[in-house]
């Protein structure tokens, strides 16, 4: 059964706070296989990355138990100041004791539809199946943000990514943004244990209350449906403050 809960916080900070223990439990409790996550790009998540790699949490999560992967990025070398996989390196990977070989950037170098590629294979490699089985997830926490005009991963409005329900991984050439982007599909995200949004700021009310109003004209709305989902809000970008 799919369930679904909303918490709203006073502010960011709260809200990273809840998410950190929250992570943390799950992480803790998962005791047999590793503990897979996709994580989100953009800038809000940005204060629970530090927040991860500072005390208790940095001695506290399994690291060595824990697989890295993102749910998209900019194809752009991990140097560039605007990849997502670099912001994490900065932020979190380099700060704790995460093993190299559990990280899972996508490639930011070649061409982005070979990227898409290998990164699906990779995807693949690690579940051990070219298909999904059932009450098999590929993730067990699935970390989103959500855009103001209701993009989440780089999966944007009016795009022919929306579309995907075979591939895990695409390309999307968001019509604003300056980059080729790299992300799951709708499939993937599907395949997780839990979904879960962080989102802040009053810029975000609209399109959260789109979402949970099942807009069809916005791509998160797609992913009410989709595992144990759960809304993390600081107060100003909940619709009902
Ligand atoms: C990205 C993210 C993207 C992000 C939203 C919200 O690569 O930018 O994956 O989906 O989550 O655009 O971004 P902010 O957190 O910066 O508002």
Same mark, same amino acid.
């Given at each position: 059964t799919r369930t679904g809960s909303v918490s709203v916080f006073a502010d960011r900070e709260e809200a990273t706070r809840h998410l950190a223990d929250w992570l943390l439990q799950l992480a803790t409790e998962k005791t047999e296989g590793p503990f897979a996550i996709a994580l989100s790009g953009g800038s809000t998540p940005q204060s629970l990355y530090s927040l991860m790699a500072t005390e208790p949490y940095a001695s506290r999560f399994p690291w060595a138990r824990m697989q890295f992967f993102l749910g998209d990025d900019r194809? #752009? %070398?991990? /140097?560039?100041? /605007? =990849?997502n996989f670099g912001m994490m390196q900065r932020l979190l990977f380099s700060r704790v *004791? &995460? *093993?190299?070989?559990n990280l899972h950037p996508m490639p930011g170098i070649g061409t982005a539809e070979d990227a898409a590629r290998s990164y699906e294979t990779r995807l693949k490699q690690f579940y051990g199946a070219d298909t999904f089985e059932a /009450?098999? %997830? #590929?993730? !067990?926490v699935n970390l989103l943000g959500l855009g103001? !005009? $209701?993009?989440t991963a780089s999966l944007f %409005? $009016?795009? *022919? &990514? #929306?579309?995907?329900?075979?591939?895990?991984v695409a390309t999307c050439v968001p019509p604003a943004a300056p980059y080729t982007r790299i992300t799951l599909t709708y499939p993937a995200i599907h395949a997780s244990r839990h979904v879960v949004f962080l989102v802040e700021g009053a810029g975000k009310k609209e399109a959260v209350a789109k979402v949970r109003a099942q807009d069809? =004209?916005? *791509?998160? =709305?797609?992913?009410?449906?989709?595992?144990d989902l759960r809304w993390v809000l600081d107060r100003a970008a909940s619709p009902d403050a």
């Amino acid at each position: 059964t799919r369930t679904g809960s909303v918490s709203v916080f006073a502010d960011r900070e709260e809200a990273t706070r809840h998410l950190a223990d929250w992570l943390l439990q799950l992480a803790t409790e998962k005791t047999e296989g590793p503990f897979a996550i996709a994580l989100s790009g953009g800038s809000t998540p940005q204060s629970l990355y530090s927040l991860m790699a500072t005390e208790p949490y940095a001695s506290r999560f399994p690291w060595a138990r824990m697989q890295f992967f993102l749910g998209d990025d900019r194809f #752009l %070398p991990h /140097d560039h100041e /605007d =990849s997502n996989f670099g912001m994490m390196q900065r932020l979190l990977f380099s700060r704790v *004791p &995460v *093993p190299a070989e559990n990280l899972h950037p996508m490639p930011g170098i070649g061409t982005a539809e070979d990227a898409a590629r290998s990164y699906e294979t990779r995807l693949k490699q690690f579940y051990g199946a070219d298909t999904f089985e059932a /009450d098999r %997830p #590929l993730f !067990d926490v699935n970390l989103l943000g959500l855009g103001s !005009d $209701g993009h989440t991963a780089s999966l944007f %409005p $009016g795009q *022919p &990514v #929306l579309k995907e329900q075979t591939a895990w991984v695409a390309t999307c050439v968001p019509p604003a943004a300056p980059y080729t982007r790299i992300t799951l599909t709708y499939p993937a995200i599907h395949a997780s244990r839990h979904v879960v949004f962080l989102v802040e700021g009053a810029g975000k009310k609209e399109a959260v209350a789109k979402v949970r109003a099942q807009d069809p =004209s916005c *791509p998160a =709305s797609a992913i009410t449906a989709m595992g144990d989902l759960r809304w993390v809000l600081d107060r100003a970008a909940s619709p009902d403050a």
